[in-house]
């Protein structure tokens, strides 16, 4: 008879601690992504919309304009400027937060209202192209190809009507394919972005 290899246990370390990105469900809501000053869409309404499409629920969170500006803030920050270091290790984040804090606060936060007007209209924008795209190429009702013979035909019977060949994923990737042929002949940056969005 054959031993079965002893199942060998799986060491942890610093690169394999065995911890997970994800959050458990009831504290999900409690991530940043969720959080009223952050967005303005509700956990319900992401996780609703989540279930209903398939799409990932960080793709579908509606941001403010306030937390858009400290994310490209922090990332600038990070890539352009040198952080200085020093004895202790922590000394890194806090000139980090220090340095990040005083462009936020000195130089970003008196233009704010200003940032803000620009972002709604923005938002105004795109809710009008996104709406045109829907009812001109998303939810367009196709007419139906008649295969008619009249010399076939029975005037009394309804005319057939020709099936497509083409499976559920065909069209949908013609359908995808389609928009972004044509976002990607737009010049206009605000339509190109809404129909790269789409697919």
């Known amino acids: 008879m054959q031993m079965q290899p002893m199942p060998t246990q799986e060491k942890y370390s610093a690169w394999n601690p065995g911890l997970s990105a994800n959050l ?20 319900d309404e992401v996780e609703e919309i989540a279930n209903l499409t398939g ?11 306030w937390r858009l500006v400290m994310h490209e803030l922090i990332v600038r920050v990070g890539a352009n400027i040198h952080i200085p270091e020093a004895e202790h290790e922590e000394d890194l ?9 005083d462009i936020l606060y000195q130089h970003i936060a008196p233009l704010y209202d200003s940032i803000e007007a620009k972002f709604q209209n923005l938002s105004v924008s795109v809710k009008l192209e996104v709406d045109r795209l829907l009812a001109e190429e998303v939810m367009v009702e196709k007419k139906s190809t008649l295969a008619i013979k009249k010399w076939l035909w029975p005037w009394e019977k309804k005319p057939t009507q020709k099936r497509s060949l083409l499976s559920g994923e065909e069209i949908q990737f013609k359908a995808i394919n389609q928009l972004k042929t044509v976002g990607l002949a737009h010049t206009d940056p605000l339509v190109k972005a809404v129909y790269k969005s789409s697919y």
């Open 24 to 43: 458990p469900r009831e504290l999900k809501s409690l991530e940043t992504i969720f959080q009223a000053p952050n967005v303005y869409t509700s956990y």
């Open 55 to 65: 799409l990932k629920s960080e793709h579908l969170v509606g941001f403010t304009s």
């Open 93 to 101: 984040g806090i000139n980090f937060r220090r340095i990040t804090n």
